[in-house]
């Protein structure tokens, strides 16, 4: 294998040596592996891990089993490296292995590397009898990006950052540390400053995307999304904050903010004549996590006389697997029992389970639009759409295809057996007045047709 080619053990690290018995510490052992790597022309590298199904472990079968699971990782991790590399490993999520220096370690066999490293992570834990999925993201940082007098600090830090990328990209993705994802990193964090200021000041707002039947072409239904209008950045969607807005603890309030502006689009829509049955608007995670906000739903919708069963919440499957804690199935049950429905967003993406779809009564699952886009030119995905069509009829839960893009796309999902979609292929994310305009312009084509 070419890893265990590459060589290159530490000066301080003979087996036979005293120190090695003694426990490193992870900066210690950094600027060690710099040193040996830039006297001898080498390279070394760190990988960080964040395992975020740990987190889920500790706080459903409590810090003893995570505990177990977190040895179990590390020591999965040891069996891929050599003696002279190191595995450290926080109290939480989190592990950084750092490789001892050698001459072989270039881009390809960075990601080779990680490649190995991530399946040991993500091999399934069993606990209590269940199997326990474990995706990972990975954050690489090589000592071929620094000059000659990087610190230990700067290194790790640097991968800290890939990971921190990793983490917005989702699940199961790596990044490899450079300049332009750092300066990316460093934007992002502004962001995280200014988004109070852009909540108190409107400058995120509620935009909204038809959800088409394919076979009437009617209007079924409305999906609510957040923009930010940035004074010096433009338009920013969601997926260009949500972190910022999860690490300012600004996450409740955002989905707050979109949920109401979602109930006075409908209203207003409904004062226009305009029958659009049902609004969607997302779950976080984080706002499960809030013992109100069942009651706080419940009170919006009475107050404005807004029929519950028109308000669907989407939830993707992680907040599914979280639904053991507490206040994640007692708000998930108070809602349902309200009337509110639940659509399980991104199905079919390959961190979203088919376990998902028993954890709570579901309206809707939406297909996800990575496996919808270009789907009229791949076989795969139209056998994989086909099969998951097959399994949500034999379900009885309608399917909802997002993402699509073309005609092309929506006829093969029409032929395919998929009955409702939504996409650009219709009309691009808009404010609630421009949807509006829309609605009318659709509305009189269609009557210009039946008198036609």
């Known amino acids: 294998m070419a890893y265990a080619a590459f060589g290159g053990v530490g000066r301080h690290f003979d087996p036979g040596s005293n120190?090695?018995?003694?426990?490193?510490?992870?900066?210690?052992?950094?600027?060690?592996?710099?040193?040996?790597?830039?006297?001898?022309?080498?390279?070394t590298a760190c990988f960080q891990f964040v395992v975020p199904e740990l987190d889920q472990i500790s706080k459903r079968f409590g810090e003893e089993r995570a505990a177990d699971a977190r040895a179990l990782m590390v020591s999965r991790l040891r069996s891929s490296l050599r003696a002279a590399d190191h595995v450290f490993h926080d109290e939480g999520s989190g592990f950084t292995v750092l490789i001892a220096p050698g001459f072989r370690l270039r881009l390809d066999d960075l990601l080779g590397l990680g490649k190995r490293l991530r399946s040991a992570v993500e091999t399934p834990l069993a606990i209590e009898g269940v199997s326990h999925a474990c995706l990972a993201c990975i954050g690489i940082a090589s000592s071929l990006n620094f000059g000659r007098n990087v610190t230990a600090e700067t290194w790790l830090l640097s991968a800290t950052e890939a990971v921190e990328e990793a983490r917005?990209?989702?699940?199961g993705t790596t990044r490899l540390w450079s300049d332009r994802l750092s300066r990316h990193h460093k934007s992002r964090h502004t962001l995280q400053d200014e988004i109070s200021a852009a909540l108190d000041q409107g400058m995120i707002q509620a935009v909204f995307q038809p959800q088409v039947n394919l076979r009437t072409g009617d209007?079924?239904?409305?999906?609510?999304?957040?923009?930010?209008?940035?004074p010096t950045r433009g338009v920013l969607t969601a997926t260009e904050f949500l972190s910022a807005a999860r690490n300012s603890q600004q996450m409740s309030r955002l989905g707050r903010t979109i949920f109401l502006q979602a109930m006075t689009a409908l209203l207003d829509w409904d004062a226009s004549g305009f029958d659009i049955k049902t609004i969607s608007v997302n779950l976080s995670e984080d706002e499960l996590r809030d013992p109100d906000l069942a009651a706080r739903i419940k009170g919006d919708l009475v107050r404005v006389g807004l029929p519950s069963t028109r308000m669907i919440l989407e939830i993707c499957d992680r907040v599914l697997a979280a639904e053991r804690d507490a206040v994640v199935e007692r708000n998930l049950r108070e809602l349902h029992a309200h009337g509110c429905a639940f659509d399980l967003d991104r199905f079919g993406a390959e961190d979203c389970g088919i376990v998902a779809l028993q954890q709570v009564p579901l309206m809707r699952v939406k297909l996800d639009s990575d496996l919808v886009r270009n789907?009229?030119?791949?076989?795969?995905?139209?056998?994989?759409?086909?099969?998951?069509?097959?399994?949500?009829?034999?379900?009885?839960?309608?399917?909802?295809?997002?993402?699509?893009?073309?005609?092309?796309?929506?006829?093969?999902?029409?032929?395919?057996?998929?009955?409702?979609?939504?996409?650009?292929?219709?009309?691009?994310?808009?404010?609630?007045?421009?949807?509006?305009?829309?609605?009318?312009g659709r509305q009189t084509k269609n009557q210009s047709a039946t008198r036609g």
């Open 168 to 171: 917005v990209s989702g699940l």
């Open 375 to 440: 789907v009229d030119l791949s076989d795969e995905k139209r056998r994989a759409v086909y099969a998951l069509l097959g399994l949500c009829e034999r379900l009885d839960i309608p399917a909802v295809a997002t993402g699509v893009e073309t005609l092309q796309e929506q006829g093969v999902l029409r032929d395919l057996g998929c009955t409702y979609a939504q996409g650009n292929v219709f009309t691009t994310p808009a404010s609630a007045s421009e949807i509006g305009h829309w609605l009318a």
């Open 219 to 230: 209007v079924i239904g409305m999906e609510t999304f957040a923009r930010w209008d940035h």
């Open 19 to 43: 120190e090695r018995l003694a426990a490193p510490s992870l900066l210690g052992v950094a600027q060690e592996f710099l040193e040996i790597a830039q006297h001898n022309g080498q390279t």
